[in-house]
Structure formats: structure tokens, C-alpha cells
């Protein structure tokens, strides 16, 4: 069965403090994988990534995927309070599986205290 | 440019009644998948709906159903509810470029009781 798999499953920082976010996944049909961050209900996209070696980089957010060995890493440097969430890693694999389209790890609930 | 849309918000239902759970997409995306969220288990995958058509299902009893408009809104019922269902119900939408992630709604969250 396909599967993803975070860690660490919860982690407490300082603010100012860099993290790394871990998601190893085994999915037959890998199309991309993706970051949400989610606070409250509606996880909201962070990344996309397709391409092995190639840094996504948004902000303080980065995030790299190495497709040999099937596992990405999300980092945030200089964490802020707003960075409380629950980081949620997904594989999207082709159409047809009975797990879906985009398949889930538990993710990793972050919290940063000021 | 509106997000998805789920209505209602929250809903409390009794052991066996049904509910049905709304959807509108973003416009322009034609593929709608629903997704339930719980504590334990986490997300796990409904279906999936591409231009009215069911395209994949997961693992989840006959009870949960669904459907999808020619305007691509979606909705997705559950019938004969039980204690066990109550969640946070999640729809996303997701347009035709392939470079490009799924969007979700807030979520509908369903408390059975």
C-alpha cells in the first residue's frame, strides 16, 4: 500500500529558530509531491514539486525533493509565531488508485513560542 | 477569484439520519475530490469527480456517495450515520495544468451524535 510518512510528529520551537520537516513517502504512481501548512480547517498550498534536486523557495519556506531516495524536506529559517501549524506533506500519484489522487501523511504540528 | 466554497460550515446530525455535504469548486476546475479528516487517522480519500464522472474512490463503506454537476460543483452524501463519521469533510479542486496543486475549501465539519 502507498504510503507517507512525516516526521517529527510534533515539534516546539523559539522564535528565530530554523526547522526541517521531514516527509519520506513510498507511492507507485509519483506524480508530485506537496505542501500544505494548515492552522485552522482549509490547508493552504505551499509547495509543488516534481523534480528532484530543485529548491522551491518561498520566503523564509523552502522545501527540495530527492526522488532517488523518496523523501522531501520543508525548512522554515527564522520561525515565527504566524508559523504555528500543522505541516501536512501529500503525494499526488496518476489517477486510478483507491487511495486517491493525493495521498496523505499525518503531518507535523509545529509550534513556535515567542 | 473566489475559493472553494463548502457549505454548511458545521452541521450536528443524529445517529442514523443523512446529510449531504455541498461543494463549488474553483471556477473553471473540473476536478473536485472530497477528503475526510479525523484526529487519528488523518486525510483520507473520499472520490473524485471529473466532469461529472466518478474517476476514483477510496476505501469508505457504501454509505458515503457522491456527485458532481455539469457546473462542477460537487456534493457528497452519507446515509445512515453513525457516531464514527463525525469529521472535518474537506473538498479541493484542482485546474487542468498539471503544475499546479489542489486548492481546499474550509471544510464542513459533521458531528454525529
Known amino acids: 500500500e502507498d504510503k507517507v510518512v512525516q516526521s517529527p510528529l510534533s515539534l516546539v520551537v523559539h522564535e528565530g529558530d530554523t526547522v526541517t520537516l521531514n516527509c519520506s513517502y513510498e507511492v507507485t504512481n509519483f506524480r508530485s509531491l506537496l505542501w500544505y501548512k494548515q492552522e485552522k480547517k482549509a490547508p493552504t498550498f505551499l509547495f509543488m514539486l516534481t523534480s528532484s534536486g530543485i529548491e522551491k523557495k518561498s520566503g523564509r519556506l523552502s522545501s527540495i525533493l530527492d526522488k532517488k531516495e523518496l523523501f522531501s524536506i520543508l525548512n522554515i529559517t527564522a520561525t515565527q509565531t504566524g508559523d504555528s501549524a500543522v505541516y501536512l506533506c501529500?503525494?499526488?500519484?496518476?489517477?486510478?488508485?483507491?487511495?486517491?489522487?493525493?495521498?496523505f501523511g499525518k503531518g507535523t504540528k509545529l509550534s513556535v513560542k515567542p | 477569484k473566489a475559493g472553494v466554497t463548502q457549505t454548511p460550515r458545521y452541521l450536528i446530525k443524529t445517529r442514523g439520519q443523512q446529510v449531504t455535504l455541498s461543494c463549488s469548486p474553483i471556477s473553471g476546475h473540473r476536478s473536485v475530490s472530497w477528503y475526510q479528516q479525523t484526529p487519528g487517522q488523518g486525510l483520507q480519500f473520499l472520490f473524485e469527480?471529473?466532469?461529472?464522472?466518478?474517476?476514483n474512490k477510496g476505501n469508505f463503506p457504501g454509505r458515503f456517495s457522491g456527485r458532481q454537476f455539469s457546473n462542477s460543483r460537487s456534493e457528497m452524501n452519507v446515509s445512515t450515520l453513525e457516531l464514527g463519521d463525525s469529521a472535518l469533510y474537506l473538498c479541493a479542486s484542482k485546474p487542468p495544468a498539471e503544475n499546479y496543486g489542489y486548492t481546499f475549501g474550509s471544510g464542513t465539519r459533521l458531528t454525529v451524535v
Open positions: 501529500a503525494v499526488e500519484a496518476y489517477p486510478g488508485g483507491s487511495q486517491g489522487n493525493l495521498i
Open positions: 469527480y471529473f466532469s461529472e464522472t466518478q474517476r
